[in-house]
């Protein structure tokens, strides 16, 4: 294989790591560091990370007895 496959490889298995890695498809990372007891349930019993992501939501199982599936915070724009 020549260098320009070998780094195309390289770069499509980083790209295909990074999106499993807590990236949030839409979201920006912010928008989903909100405290434990303000999450607001986007899901459902036993929704997966990817179910969760693809409603536009927020997962984090980290903390127990809070929602793990919850809405992200929406981006403001200041407008003057």
Known sequence: MDR??????AFVLM???SS???????LSPSQCIIPAKERVDCGYPQ?????????GCCFDSSIPE??????PLQDTECIF
């Open 4 to 9: 320009k496959g070998l780094y195309f490889v």
């Open 15 to 17: 790209l295909g790591f």
């Open 20 to 26: 499993t890695v807590g990236e949030y498809v839409g």
């Open 47 to 55: 929704v997966t990370p990817e179910q969760c992501n693809n409603r």
């Open 66 to 71: 809070v929602p793990w599936c919850f809405k």
